[in-house]
């Protein structure tokens, strides 16, 4: 197929090393600040830590991604991940000191630049991938891309759960550095594309109010957009898996990581089948019935005392959240010309990506008024009536089509 070309094929192995590499961060660092602290509000702040920069940073990176090399850019970002990573096998390793109040502060800062550079290359590998294959195959593409994604985020925090087990946690940081590395290593044979928008002379924040316009003026893309960060932000369980694995289900780091892949499990099958077999007709409506259903799957996890049925409550999560993931990121291949990818992709980036650290940091909080238990309780049912709020508010949603 026109799309299987020696570049799309060497973008897609980077991607996948890439993200497996990135997933073991999380479960690495969420069961040893855990394990360090036993703070349940320092998970939250983890994740605040993270998203604060990819929001202050992602429209102006938006910008900078459709105005400059995306190849160029990519291997500057790649070469920032392997430095922050050499920096927390140092930190974790207790080369500076063991003192927790350190150790803690100091994994703040280092994931808060791993939340800089994620401002400019998540959107430079959406951008670059319509660069390497052509218009035509672009759909089947970024499904493709998606499913490589899910496999290495499956991936990722299974084999970091096995590594806490195996040995310090330090160590694993070496094996991430050289991930990363070797991703590296491998994109740098793809060729360098041209610039796809010339911002000459106009300002960067008039290139960022224009993405912000397009987002704006296409209704479907802003509710598909504001409907999954708002499921996010309540939804998300993930910040409070360490307490769960540890002090609910009195599960090890294997099976915590296994809880961490669940999701991500669910949403490679349901990318599968649907790429398989497109809905047809009536995504709006199937967006809001998902979405519906990843709230009531977390309110079966909060309840859960078994491992079984809360990794399987977090599976069907997946499955249904996979649903979003299709009809958004075909909205986003459709809708979106090719010189305004990069600051739409950003501006996705603080709607849907950054709502994952947000919503760490609010189940951190809420874990800490509340209990871990009934903050899970809450986001579950925060979700499923923010679905119905859009049901009956949001009519053009609801009604959306392609």
């Known amino acids: 197929m026109t799309i299987i070309n020696r570049e799309f094929t060497l973008l897609l192995a980077t991607r996948v090393i ?27 702040v983890l994740g605040l830590s993270e998203v604060v920069p990819a929001i202050l940073f992602a429209l102006p990176a938006g910008v900078k991604v459709d105005s400059s090399p995306k190849r160029s850019l990519i291997l500057a970002c790649l070469a920032a991940y392997v430095a922050t990573m050499a920096a927390f096998w140092a930190v974790t390793s207790g080369s500076f000191t063991n003192t927790a109040s350190f150790l803690k502060n100091a994994i703040f800062v280092l994931v808060g630049v791993t939340g800089w550079v994620r ?10 991938l319509g660069q390497v294959v052509p218009g035509e195959d672009l759909v089947r593409a970024a499904s493709i891309t998606s499913m490589s994604w899910l496999i290495a985020a499956v991936i990722g925090p299974a084999a970091a759960g096995l590594m806490i087990g195996l040995m310090d946690v330090s160590v694993s940081f070496i094996i991430v550095g050289v991930m990363i590395l070797l991703a590296g290593v491998i994109f740098s044979r793809v060729g360098e594309k041209p610039i796809s928008y010339e911002k000459g002379s106009t300002r960067t924040w008039h290139s960022v109010v ?29 910040a409070l898996l360490p307490v769960f694995a540890k002090d609910i289900l009195n599960v090890g780091p294997q099976a915590f990581g296994l809880l961490m ?142």
Do not use: H
Not at 281 to 306: D, T, W
């Open 18 to 44: 890439f993200t497996s590499g990135m997933k073991m961060v999380p479960v690495l660092l969420g069961w040893y600040l855990y394990e360090l602290t036993g703070s349940k509000l320092a998970l939250g």
């Open 119 to 128: 401002a400019y290359i998540s959107p430079a590998f959406s951008a670059i």
């Open 210 to 238: 224009e993405g912000l316009n397009f987002v704006y003026n296409q209704k479907a893309l802003l509710g598909a957009m504001s409907l999954d960060m708002f499921a996010v932000l309540f939804g998300g369980a993930v």
């Open 261 to 402: 892949s669940a999701t991500y499990l669910g949403n490679f099958l349901a990318i599968l089948y649907l790429t398989r077999y497109p809905l047809r007709g009536g995504q709006g409506r199937k967006l809001l019935i998902s979405v519906a259903g990843f709230g009531a799957c977390i309110l079966v996890f909060a309840l859960s005392k078994s491992f079984i049925l809360s990794f399987l409550a977090l599976f069907v999560s997946g499955l249904f959240d996979g649903v979003s993931v299709i009809i958004r990121g075909t909205i986003f291949q459709l809708l979106v010309p090719e010189q305004m990818r990069g600051r739409v992709s950003a501006v996705s980036s603080i709607f849907i990506n950054s709502s994952n650290e947000l919503g760490q940091f609010e189940s951190g909080v809420a874990a800490s008024l509340l209990g871990t238990v009934p903050s899970v309780i809450f986001g579950g049912c925060m979700t499923m009536l923010i679905t119905l709020a859009a049901w009956l508010k949001v009519p053009a949603l609801k009604k959306m089509e392609y």
